[in-house]
């Protein structure tokens, strides 16, 4: 079972912290590269706060490098136009390379070959996997093509929600997967300070937008955990995981045993258990 130990609490916060972190994750990450001779970093921009921050904090780690930072905002018919507009000035502010690309015809092509969809959660849900999954192929191929890897963009109060598709939305490299999402807030809000004047307007815009997977599932994430934001998320989190028993049966908290499977995939039979017979 994934259990956060006392390192996630309390929640990272201040000036001087933020400065360190952003340093932290950049310096890592300019490691991994050094290390992997990529030649490209490929991101996903959905026009959420989460891919912004990563936008952010790799361009000059990219630059550093002299590699691009691929950026590809791809909308499939139930995206609004306020995410897909927040996306294209994130990928136009941050990326060294950005498209803006639309499958929803190829998502209604893809979606005939699949079998008794309704008005029901479940095709809801079926259909936003497939969604995610579809991103994902334009986003590994890019990275083939340009010998680079696709970033992932979850946090850890998504992670511990299983809020994320397998096979879908994740990558190969996860950057701020184990920060809370008050402290993905925090942080882009820090780095506001350093940009340009495009990339702080493109950035502030989700900070402020109402958080939503954009897979038509829901009107927002919120609604799906059973919470009113994410600040209450965290906090939750936090009293479950240092003893308050009684939000055992809060949807957040059902959510995160229900989703275990997912933070340990695939599934294996272990060797010792092979050759022990």
Not at 34 to 48: M, P, R, W
Not at 70 to 81: A, C, H
Not at 83 to 100: L, M, N, P, T
Not at 188 to 209: G, M, P, V, Y
């Amino acid at each position: 079972m994934t259990i956060p130990t006392s390192q996630y609490f309390p929640f990272l916060s201040g000036e001087e912290t933020m400065e360190k972190l952003a340093r932290r994750i950049r310096v890592t990450m300019s490691d991994y590269l050094q290390t992997s001779k990529l030649q490209s970093l490929v991101l996903g921009i959905s026009g959420g706060i989460d891919s912004a921050l990563c936008a952010a904090l790799l361009k000059p780690v990219c630059e550093k490098f002299n590699i691009p930072l691929i950026g590809r905002s791809i909308t499939i018919e139930t995206n609004k136009e306020d995410e897909i507009a927040r996306s294209i000035a994130v990928g136009k502010a941050f990326c060294h390379d950005f498209q803006h690309l639309d499958l929803t015809e190829t998502f209604f092509a893809n979606k005939k070959l699949l079998v008794d969809f309704d008005d029901s959660q479940l095709s809801k849900l079926r259909q936003g996997n497939m969604k995610a999954r579809m991103r994902m192929m334009v986003l590994y191929d890019l990275a083939q093509l340009h010998r680079g890897m696709v970033v992932s963009t979850d946090n850890y109060s998504e992670f511990l929600t299983g809020f994320w598709t397998l096979h879908g939305d994740v990558g190969d490299f996860a950057p701020v997967q184990h920060l809370w999402k008050t402290e993905i807030y925090a942080l882009s809000n820090f780095l506001l300070k350093e940009e340009t004047e495009e990339q702080r307007a493109a950035l502030q815009s989700c900070i402020d937008a109402t958080p939503v997977d954009g897979l038509g599932i829901s009107k927002c994430d919120c609604e799906q955990l059973g919470v009113p934001n994410y600040f209450e998320a965290d906090k939750i989190f936090e009293a479950y995981f240092q003893g308050d028993s009684s939000l055992r049966d809060h949807t957040l908290i059902k959510r995160y045993y229900a989703s275990e499977y997912k933070r340990h995939n695939p599934g294996c039979i272990l060797r010792e258990d092979l050759v022990n017979l």
